[in-house]
């Protein structure tokens, strides 16, 4: 391992997100998994973020956004397939997160953990943390979230619905009886996927404690819960990552033009985009009767239905891959990838009917 070897001067990974984002906090916990040391570029928490828009050409409105050796990938998701192509077991990087099971694990976490749980956990915010502004924002980020009103009407709905989830969990740990949720050796994604919203609502929501107790700083005795295999479960996934985060080479905070300016460095250093273009893959028989070259929308199904808008690069039956020009920086590009599932592809004009 090559821990002690000395930073590199600028980070191959560049991370935009904001404190309170549970996502910003997964793709933490998955650079931290890989050993990969980044930069943050904070942004707020609610639009306009010229960083990304301006800077980067990023129309899409979720957090977070991570840059790879100058180029751009779009839900966690993805992020998560590009970090364990790059750096899983490579020297002095964590192990690959995934064993046979890497499709069902991907599907688990983004059916189960990122989409389920997290509109339950999500409808647990009391209303009064969040100013009137953020609640009409998220209004629109997620009509169905329906943040704040659900909470105020009916919290024990979603309460009796967490708790189903957390007797699964329960029963999962008991019923193995090992430390991790797939009886992996090491933890695996759907840990990390699981772990990540509960820490979320444990630690930061603290919404019921009743079920999810706080623990004490020190970690020493872990206090009485209903369900006292997950709270330990969450503790230990929490060393893990906290102990290869703080081994990471330490990098400090972007403003957006800076990192748009070592992003676009890179992307012209390392493949150039228009090498990677001439080598990007358009499946012939795709649903989308998509081209090269056409002008595209990739658009979330769910959440944030805002398009990301680019020229289409590269499209296969799982990613899809647009060039975008910053508005900022004309006659420059970037790749910005984005994954098929949970996205419409679609010509960009008929995306804004
Ligand atoms: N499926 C997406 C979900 C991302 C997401 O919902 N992020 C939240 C923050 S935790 C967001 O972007 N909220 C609206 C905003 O910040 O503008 C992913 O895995 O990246």
Redo the contacts with the bound molecule.
Sequence with gaps: MSDAAAPPASPRAIVYG?AG????K?LQDLLAWYRVGHAVVQVS???PRPMLSQELGITY????VLALDGQLY????LQVEVLEKTFAGKQGHGNSLFGPDAELQKRLVANWT?REMFAIIAGLIPPAAWSKEFIDD?KS?SPALRLGERARARPELNKAQLITHLHSLEKTLRESRAEWLLATPEMSYVDIGCAFTLTWLQLSLKAVPDLLPRPSKDNGQLPNSPFPLVLRWLNEVRKELSARRSALPQFANLEGEEAARLILQQAAAGQSVRRQEAAGHIQADDPSALKRGDLTSVT?RD??RIPQTGTLVALTPTQVTLRVEPPKHPGQSLLVHLPRS?FDVTPATQAKL
């Excluded at 779009?74 to 998701?77: C, G, H, K, M, V």
């Design positions: 904001y984002s549970p996502f910003f997964k928490m609610i639009p409105r979720r957090i977070p779009l839900d966690t998701s990122d998220r980020f979330p959440t944030g949970h």
